[in-house]
């Protein structure tokens, strides 16, 4: 369904709206347009239609899926002791991109929540979606709309590339205007803990509710027997065929340092300032350095890109962790499976290349 001008045709509209959720409250699968990347959903109450979104992604069925609810209101029916900070949180990030870890009700089946005693909770921004969960009445669990271990999806274009002929329904409503996952926060624990950097910067819930932990696996430390939190973070994700190599620092000292490590045969991720430096090589631009709006809208799509390419390796340069360039160097360094050069800044400052 094409539904990226809401404005147009209004009984047209509702009429889609009404086969999608008709689709989701029979079992069927559908891809939906959130803030942050495409979902593919199914009724989160319906264990055999959930087992069919595993079906659909190769995922490993050890990991659980995020709850999509219509607002605050529905916190209570799928889970147990919602304390007070879910509500200061809802009422300021809802809708959109921060998902909450609370405890389950027993309604929730173990298919959602892969056996957990905590349910992923969030209230997508896109109001296509939204219609689609208030007419359904029934929360969607929806991850990432992808093939598992795959770049997220920011398109309708690509869903049809991941999920043709596996789902009953594709909703496109355009371009995604985040570009990177929901962060997810975890209640369960005090201080609340970053599982996943995402759409809400970590400073902006910090400045809400103040110091919140930082999970290890968010950096990629993941010592011995340890089970991530989140146990989608535990795996190589995001990944295009070729290997990545992502380079940290200052925009123009990793630029150099990608520029001396390139072949012929490498791709480029770079800012959009460093292009020229590229010109032999295959390349993506992340937008400017100083953009991380763009950077997060084009960081899937840059990934992406390169499954069509032949390429050895990728070097990706990376930004800063603050606001939204900790969830961009996060996706990256997933891709890269944690494989991070420090880019040295003194060559730079004394003009050695
Ligand atoms: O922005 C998003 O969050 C997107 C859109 C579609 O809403 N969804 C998304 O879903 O990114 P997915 O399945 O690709 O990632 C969900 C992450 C996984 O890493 C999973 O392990 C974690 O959430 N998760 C889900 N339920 C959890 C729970 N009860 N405890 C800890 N982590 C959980
Ligand atoms: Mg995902």
């Given amino acids: 369904y094409d539904l990226r001008d809401i404005k147009g045709q209004q009984k047209e509209i509702r009429d889609k709206v009404s086969a999608a959720a008709k689709i989701l409250r029979e079992g069927g699968l559908v891809g939906l347009p959130t803030e942050t990347v495409y ?13 069919r979104i595993f079906e659909a992604k190769g995922r490993p069925q050890d990991n659980p899926l995020i709850l999509h609810v219509s607002g605050p209101q529905w916190l209570t029916r799928y889970c147990a002791q919602v304390p007070p900070l879910a509500y200061v949180l809802a009422r300021k ?42 007419e ?52 369960t624990c005090t201080p609340p803990r970053l599982l996943r950097p995402g759409g809400v910067p970590v400073e902006q819930i910090e400045r809400l509710i103040g110091p919140i932990a930082i999970d290890k696996a968010v950096n990629g430390v993941l010592d011995g027997e340890e089970r991530p939190r989140a146990p989608g973070m535990k795996y190589r994700h995001y990944a295009p065929k070729a290997p990545v190599i992502v380079v940290s620092g200052a925009p123009e000292a990793s630029a150099q340092e990608i520029l001396r490590r390139v072949g012929p045969e490498s791709g480029v991720i770079c800012f959009e300032e460093y292009l020229p430096l590229f010109e032999k ?37 990376c930004p800063d962790n603050q606001g939204l360039g900790l969830a961009i160097g996060n996706r990256l360094k997933k891709a ?14 004394l003009g050695i290349t």
């Avoid at 979902?39 to 087992?51: E, H, I, K, P, Q």
């Avoid at 929730?108 to 056996?115: I, L």
């Avoid at 890269?336 to 400052?349: L, P």
Wanted: glycine share 8%.
């Fill in 39 to 51: 979902g593919l959903g199914a009724n989160g109450l319906d264990g055999a239609a959930v087992r």
């Fill in 93 to 134: 990030f809802w809708p959109g991109p921060l998902t909450m870890i609370l405890k389950r009700d027993p309604c929730v089946p173990d298919e959602t929540t892969a056996g957990l005693d905590t349910v992923a909770v969030r209230c997508p921004n896109h109001p296509v979606t939204l219609a689609i969960i208030r």
């Fill in 136 to 187: 359904a009445g029934v929360p969607i669990a929806a991850p990432s709309a992808n093939l598992s271990g795959r770049p997220s999806c920011t398109t309708a274009q690509d869903v049809l590339e991941d999920m043709d002929g596996k789902i009953q329904c594709l909703v496109n409503g355009g371009p995604c205007a985040v570009g990177v996952e929901s962060t997810i926060l975890d209640l």
């Fill in 281 to 317: 090589q295959r390349v993506q631009s992340l937008g400017p350095s100083q953009d991380k709006q763009t950077q997060a809208q084009r960081v899937f799509d840059a990934l992406r890109a390169f499954d069509s390419e032949t390429v050895t390796e990728i070097y990706a340069q």
């Fill in 336 to 349: 890269a499976g944690f494989h991070v050069i420090e880019a040295d800044r003194e060559r730079v400052v």
